[in-house]
């Protein structure tokens, strides 16, 4: 289990994040959607322990920037970070040893392989198109298979084969009982099996609820996104436009019976 409790980050007087609170329950996925600026990437930052922020992070009771906490936690950045002077399977033995991983060297195989990189072992980090990186970016990630995983807005700059992977990679950890947190501002690309959703606008929660709550409200993801973010509720907005559609019939009637 993940908690965040009552989060708050500045960016010297810019607030980013403003008591931002939340669950992850163990083995569950939950999608963190939001506006490109709402806060997401600093609550990702602030979880894995990149940032310093006011509020508190555990990890199964555990504060997240301790050595026992961070041997769980697992984080693939949105924009890869990557060094010029290592080659590809460079970067993954440099991963491996970092977190002092035994029996590695068939999930690298079998990462390198699903993602398309097995014949790119030997290219150098600034030799990858960007597309190429950041699959080698997801593979880093996903290499130590940690028990608790964020994925920061995954699926940017992927090929379909390697969305397609990513995708059944995501469900084989749901089956597998890792808990994930997605972060994305784009909604479609979270149509996989998910619990639960946070959405955030402003550096602030503005909605926290289970996929049966809004199956239960009869609503869509993207109903209860617009409707928190923009106060778009398309359940009213049919119903004045039935309205307006049924008073310029009625309006015409009124003509039609003038002129006859």
Same mark, same amino acid.
């Given at each position: 289990?993940?908690?965040?409790?009552?989060?708050?980050?500045?960016?010297?007087?810019?607030?980013?994040?403003?008591?931002?609170?939340?669950?992850?329950?163990?083995?569950?996925?939950?999608?963190?959607?939001?506006?490109?600026?709402?806060?997401?990437?600093?609550?990702?930052?602030?979880?894995?322990?990149?940032?310093?922020?006011?509020?508190?992070?555990?990890?199964?009771?555990?504060?997240?920037?301790?050595?026992?906490?961070?041997?769980?936690?697992?984080?693939?950045?949105?924009?890869?970070?990557?060094?010029?002077?290592?080659?590809?399977?460079?970067?993954?033995?440099?991963?491996?040893?970092?977190?002092?991983?035994?029996?590695?060297?068939?999930?690298?195989?079998?990462?390198?392989?699903?993602?398309?990189?097995?014949?790119?072992?030997?290219?150098?980090?600034?030799?990858?198109?960007?597309?190429?990186?950041?699959?080698?970016?997801?593979?880093?990630?996903?290499?130590?298979?940690?028990?608790?995983?964020?994925?920061?807005?995954?699926?940017?700059?992927?090929?379909?084969?390697?969305?397609?992977?990513?995708?059944?990679?995501?469900?084989?950890?749901?089956?597998?009982?890792?808990?994930?947190?997605?972060?994305?501002?784009?909604?479609?690309?979270?149509?996989?099996?998910?619990?639960?959703?946070?959405?955030?606008?402003?550096?602030?929660?503005?909605?926290?609820?289970?996929?049966?709550?809004?199956?239960?409200?009869?609503?869509?993801?993207?109903?209860?996104?617009?409707?928190?973010?923009?106060?778009?509720?398309?359940?009213?907005?049919? $119903? =004045?436009? +039935? *309205? /307006? #559609? !049924? %008073? &310029? $019939? =009625?309006? +015409? *009637? /009124? #003509? !039609? %019976? &003038? $002129?006859?």
């Amino acid at each position: 289990m993940l908690e965040v409790n009552h989060v708050t980050k500045k960016y010297g007087k810019n607030l980013a994040c403003n008591d931002v609170s939340f669950t992850l329950d163990s083995g569950s996925l939950t999608v963190l959607l939001g506006p490109n600026g709402a806060g997401k990437s600093t609550i990702m930052k602030s979880i894995i322990g990149f940032l310093k922020y006011q509020g508190n992070i555990t990890v199964n009771g555990i504060p997240n920037k301790t050595s026992e906490a961070r041997k769980v936690l697992g984080y693939i950045p949105e924009m890869p970070s990557l060094y010029s002077t290592l080659t590809v399977a460079e970067h993954m033995e440099f991963i491996a040893r970092a977190y002092k991983l035994t029996n590695y060297k068939e999930r690298i195989d079998m990462l390198l392989k699903r993602f398309e990189l097995d014949d790119k072992r030997k290219k150098f980090g600034d030799e990858l198109s960007k597309g190429m990186q950041q699959k080698l970016n997801l593979c880093l990630g996903l290499l130590p298979d940690p028990d608790i995983i964020l994925l920061d807005e995954p699926l940017l700059g992927l090929d379909p084969h390697a969305i397609k992977e990513l995708k059944l990679m995501i469900e084989e950890m749901r089956q597998a009982g890792k808990t994930m947190l997605i972060s994305t501002h784009i909604i479609d690309s979270v149509d996989m099996l998910w619990d639960r959703t946070v959405i955030m606008q402003n550096g602030q929660v503005k909605a926290n609820v289970t996929k049966a709550e809004i199956d239960g409200m009869g609503k869509s993801l993207e109903d209860l996104f617009f409707e928190v973010t923009e106060g778009i509720n398309k359940d009213a907005v049919s $119903e =004045e436009k +039935t *309205e /307006e #559609e !049924n %008073t &310029e $019939e =009625e309006n +015409t *009637e /009124e #003509e !039609n %019976t &003038e $002129e006859a």
